[in-house]
């Protein structure tokens, strides 16, 4: 049974307030506004500290006393006054749904589009993603991945400095924009995916250590202390974080969750936490009539993680590759730092489009071990997400380039196609859609000095082992995070419109297409061409079949064609002049045995003769 946390408003005046404290001795509530007073909280069996009020109205500020010290509410579920200021009592029923169902839109059929709240639009905020709604329909998402929004100290983070797990960050907007901008998207029939981090506590603000014995000195991670999952007192904390996800799910109307960074979740119980956070979700699921997803980001390429939890696994319903992102930089950019140095060769993209993972039992020069797990063949296509970029692979790089800032023009197109035509669900980050130049850094806004020291050092010496050569730049000063806000001029500029025009093309080919959508049976396979990076990859479902030729030359390459018994119409070429390539003089029908060449850098998909949607 997961205990429900925080101040909840009832109605009619009334309100429950409840922490779990389990080795205090006493503890006290008090209310500061409108009216001082302290009131005394009584203890349970298991540590759970609660009273009910009945004159108490939404919008009242509290504290917790204890140890003659007042401490905001750690299950807090609004701070209006950042992380040191005063819990508010919230009124979650007082907002007005008006597209209270999901719309429904299953794992395997997202088109999913990360963002970053206070860098997407110029307002930086819950109403900016509003109006841009109509701009992602437009563009074919349906389904956008909002990167944390847990309250964190300050007015500008990435989120996964996050203390408050339950507040909305007031410079966003608030609780009531953020069901405003979940309602809205629902209203466009676009899935909203949140991200929360359940590894680590952000280092400023945080008050859950006050409360509960929520760390664990078993483990080490690097973002700081590690969550207690399995020891002494792990049962109130898996109830913490348990009750966040379906509060997430039941209170804003999310669709999804992506944990973030699972491999810094330690848990070495025979029930892992993950086993019974996805349980807790279904049952969720089954009572609502609706299905939560949850979604992890790992590096471990473990089949554990989306494996059912009959046969073992945690049960969560799919996981990101980042192998797969790694191969198409790797071989795009030609950059060998870091984790790139396991990556480069074609043979690598093959492998990652036929199993999800490159490494699957297999030696990292990086690494300097083996690494991944062997079950990974057996991976269904539909529980992996895929990218050519995203906030990490972004964002941690010393100088924030885009793909947009490494590549030429023509290579932006093939990677965007190696992504949406792959049997897996495809991700876009912000801005990529029209090759947006502005940077993406990590960028924070504590207010400890010491502390902002300690995270520029920290990142000088995190690059530095990486292999990096250039300095970070500097993720307190406020230009840092200016320079992250999307240009949206650069969309009226002939290139970068362009671009955008490709990317609606190539996701209405997903969309429309049958053998083009994601699914475990559609994918007939990877072939490495003769030709050195040259893969041809072939799909089918149904009567629907395509066939795509990726060319990661800087030089044209010949192909030899030979289907004697069907007609194949050329439906994509990337280096056509409408997508402002050089064109090429490539058959707009195949049938029998020919041979052509295709432009440096350019994707060519050809398709049989049926109808689409057939």
Known sequence: MIKVLGARYLG??????????????????RIISPSTRLVPLSKDEWGYWETVLEDVEPGARYFYHFNDKDFPDPASYYQPEDVCGASCLLDHG???????????????????????????TPEGSFKGIISKLDYLKELGINAIEIMPVAQFPGERNWGYDGVFHFAVQHSYGGPDDFKALVDAAHAHKIAVILDVVYNHLGPEGNVLGDFMPCFSEKYKIPWGKAINFDDEYSYGVRNFFIFNALYWFEYYHVDALRLDAIHGIYDGGAKHFLTELSQEVDKL????????????????????????????????????????????????????????????????????????????????RFRKR??????????????LIVCSQNHDQTGNRPCGERLSALVPFEALKLAAAAVMFSPFIPLLFM??????????????????????????????????????????????????FERCRLRWEELNVSGHKTLFRFYQFIISMRK??????CGPQDFLGAKVLEEKKMLKLTRRHGTSEIKV?????????????????????????????????????LP???????????????????????????
Not at 105 to 118: K, N, P, S, T
């Open 12 to 29: 009619n005046r009334k309100a429950e307030f409840r922490t779990w404290a389990p080795t205090l001795k006493e503890m006290s509530l």
């Open 94 to 120: 007082s907002f007005a749904w008006k597209s209270p169902n999901s719309p429904g839109i299953a794992l395997r059929e997202m088109i999913i589009y990360e963002l970053h709240v206070g860098t997407f």
């Open 285 to 364: 699921s089954l009572q609502l009539n609706k299905k939560f997803y949850l979604i992890a980001e790992s590096d471990l390429n473990d089949a554990r993680v989306i494996l059912s939890r009959k046969k073992g696994g945690y049960g969560l319903d799919a996981q990101w590759s980042d192998d797969f992102h790694h191969s198409i930089h790797a071989i795009l950019t030609g950059e060998t730092e870091g984790y790139y140095a396991d990556f480069g060769q074609i043979t690598q993209l093959d492998k990652a489009y036929k199993n999800g993972f490159v490494h699957t039992w297999d030696y990292s």
């Open 370 to 383: 083996y690494h991944g797990s062997a079950l990974n063949a057996a991976l269904p296509a539909n529980q």
């Open 431 to 480: 801005g990529e859609e029209y090759g947006e130049k502005s940077p993406f850094l990590y960028f924070m806004g504590f207010s400890d000095n010491g502390l902002i020291e300690a995270v520029r050092q920290g990142r000088k010496n995190e690059f530095k082992v990486l292999g990096w050569k250039d300095d970070p730049v500097d993720p307190y000063d406020l230009k840092t």
């Open 512 to 517: 429309s297409i049958p053998a083009l959508c």
């Open 549 to 585: 030729f990726f060319n990661f030359n800087h030089f044209a390459n010949p192909v030899s064609w030979s289907n004697p018994d069907e007609k194949w119409k050329l439906i994509l070429d990337s280096s056509a002049q409408r997508w402002l390539g050089p064109g090429q003089a």
């Open 588 to 614: 707009q029908f195949l049938m029998g045995e020919e041979k052509f060449s295709i432009n440096p850098l350019a994707c060519v998909c050809y398709q049989r003769e049926v109808e689409w949607g057939s």
